[in-house]
T-cell receptor, first 113, second 113 residues
Framework: SQQGEEDPQALSIQEGENATMNCSYK?????LQWYRQNSGRGLVHLIL?????REKHSGRLRVTLDTSKKSSSLLITASRAADTASYFC?????????????FGEGTQLTVNP | GAGVSQTPSNKVTEKGKYVELRCDPI?????LYWYRQSLGQGPEFLIY????????DSGLPNDRFFAVRPEGSVSTLKIQRTERGDSAVYLC???????????FGNGTRLTVT
């Protein structure tokens, strides 16, 4: 079963607006990562936040993590049409070896020019 | 090449046939992963290699699925007696020594008719 669940499933906004996507998970984690996937392509790593971190920034991306609520959010500021893609959260579980990731079902983001 | 390469990009086969999917990881990456992604879903873990050995194969759905990585570089995912339910995009990823981030290929779209 999927560890992560994203909401909303789909989000449509205008260029320049901010986009917020949320992810919830069920078990203890080592870290949580966000990936982006353009249609017909592989996933691209965006940002990683560790279980002892609460917030992290990278360019126009801001990720928060609330381990008490087992949830994370990804904020994309000043969105661009090129941000149109599917966004997935992925958790690395404390109990498992290597970097096996468990992905959520994703949020499809559409940024209209 | 600079990225993870997967061949073929598309494969159509008949129910009951055998297929092999190939993955060329980034040079020097010791960890290699196979994931499966159905339409509208997030990637689902199949198997993880550290070097030549399968460190975690708990995601393989049944004994029709098998993967090898004989020289610790290229990997082949093998599916016997294919079923229509096997239709999906099969993604390969690699990383340095099992760490993050994972670098994904563009996947092989398998269609079983």
């Amino acid at each position: 079963s999927q560890q992560g669940e994203e909401d909303p499933q789909a989000l449509s906004i205008q260029e320049g607006e901010n986009a917020t996507m949320n992810c919830s998970y069920k078990t203890s984690i080592n870290n949580l990562q966000w990936y982006r996937q353009n249609s017909g392509r592989g996933l691209v790593h965006l940002i990683l936040i560790r279980s002892n971190e609460r917030e992290k920034h990278s360019g126009r991306l801001r990720v928060t993590l609330d381990t008490s609520k087992k949830s994370s959010s990804l904020l994309i500021t000043a969105s661009r049409a090129a941000d149109t893609a599917s966004y997935f959260c992925a958790t690395s579980l404390r109990e498992t070896s290597g970097s096996r990731l468990t992905f959520g079902e994703g949020t499809q983001l559409t940024v209209n020019p | 090449g600079a990225g993870v390469s997967q061949t073929p990009s598309n494969k159509v086969t008949e129910k009951g046939k055998y297929v092999e999917l190939r993955c060329d990881p980034i040079s020097g990456h010791t960890a290699l992963y196979w994931y499966r992604q159905s339409l509208g879903q997030g990637p689902e873990f199949l198997i993880y290699f550290q070097g030549t050995g399968a460190a975690d194969d708990s995601g393989l759905p049944n004994d029709r699925f098998f993967a090898v990585r004989p020289e610790g570089s290229v990997s082949t995912l093998k599916i016997q007696r294919t079923e229509r339910g096997d239709s999906a995009v099969y993604l390969c990823a690699s990383s340095l020594e099992g760490g993050t981030p994972l670098h994904f290929g563009n996947g092989t779209r398998l269609t079983v008719t």
